[in-house]
């Protein structure tokens, strides 16, 4: 007899349902729920050919029926045209969207053409802008889609090489700086206590900032900034060259963060903090690339990248660390990967 472990969920025209409560409140349908389960129903309900497989589509039409809420935005998504592979880590891969297939199922974005121009100038609700959103595609490929479409284009494209060879420098000649105006060993604790404010930082940063999804107006000038901020990254996850973050929109956000600091510490104090502030910065965006487009030793950063893959393509409501899931732990956030201790399978089979 079928037994579940944890969720059963059924696709029906694009959308995903979660029919668990259905199966635990008659077991007289279990069976047949979860042999559906991660399938897409919608050929069964529309055509069924035999006595079974129309008792089969009665009973999930019914299931259906008395499933109050769709389920958005998860691993099993039928919407889009994407393939996440046969597991994660190091076995994650990835196929091009097909772009006519995806545009005239949905309606979104147009790959072929600049993208922010299509959300600015458009009627898109924010509501259909955040389910799509995250549900990724896979530009064809190792370009990127069109972003501008002008002049601007090259400025929004950053090599992942950059960001070391741009900041190491300038973080080695700060923090000797701070050392002849302080003890090295001062300059070394503040250095480190930078470092890890950084990591706090990076969480907030990404859940709070870069995931205001709810509290983002309903127009098309805040759904833009909202695609152009990381967006983008969540709607073309593989894009290599709008991974990292543009030398000019970091100095942007960090200029604030530096004025803070200068105005509780001394200067030499100051600078060796924000020195180890920005080599956690410079850790966070390398970490972040290759977490996307490298294969990784076995063990912590395999498992590290499965947190973040979960982030993407399960539930991007949560596993909000990059380099570490350790504030996810304390805020609980904790995503798909820890809170249910493996990414297998959870409905099987005896």
């Known amino acids: 007899m079928a037994s579940l472990s944890n969720r059963c969920i059924i696709l029906s025209d694009g959308v995903e349902y979660d029919v668990t409560e259905q199966i635990h409140a008659n077991p007289e349908v279990s069976e047949v729920a979860l042999r559906y389960h991660k399938k897409d129903v919608d050929g069964l309900l529309n055509s069924a050919s035999s006595t079974a497989k129309q008792k089969d589509a009665d009973t999930i039409r019914k299931v259906l029926q008395n499933t109050s809420a769709p389920v958005k935005n998860k691993e099993f998504s039928d919407l889009v045209d994407q393939n996440i592979g046969d597991g994660y880590g190091n076995d994650f891969v990835v196929k091009p969207t097909n772009i006519d297939k995806d545009y005239e199922k949905n309606h979104f974005l147009d790959l072929k053409k600049p993208l922010l121009p299509q959300i600015l100038f458009s009627n898109i609700s924010k509501e259909v802008y955040l389910d799509q959103v995250h549900r990724p595609r896979h530009y064809k490929g ?160 395999t498992q590290l990248k499965t947190w ?40 099987k089979t005896k």
């Open 308 to 347: 973040h893959l979960d982030h993407h393509y399960k539930d991007y409501k949560s596993a909000f660390g990059v380099t570490s899931p350790f504030w996810d732990r304390v805020f609980g956030t904790v995503g798909p990967m820890l809170s249910k201790n493996n990414t297998s399978e959870t409905v």
């Open 142 to 301: 190792s370009g990127s889609a069109p972003l501008f479409g002008n002049f601007l284009e090259p400025f929004s494209k950053t090599p992942w090489y950059m960001i070391p060879m741009i900041w190491i420098p300038c973080i080695t000649y700060f923090f000797l700086q701070a050392c002849t105006g302080i003890p090295v060993p001062v300059a070394v604790s503040f250095f480190f206590i930078g470092l890890g404010v950084w990591t706090i930082v990076e969480y907030f940063m990404h859940r709070c900032l870069f995931h205001l999804d709810e509290y983002t107006p309903d127009h098309p000038v805040f759904l833009t900034l909202h695609f152009l901020f990381h967006g983008v990254h969540h709607f073309l996850p593989a894009d290599r060259y709008r991974l990292v973050m543009p030398p000019a929109l970091f100095v942007f956000f960090a200029t604030p963060w530096y004025r803070l600091v200068r105005l509780i510490f001394p200067y030499h104090m100051a600078i060796a903090g924000f020195s180890g502030g920005v080599f956690g910065y410079v850790c966070y965006d390398l970490t972040h690339y290759f977490l996307h487009h490298r294969r990784l030793p076995n063990g912590y950063f």
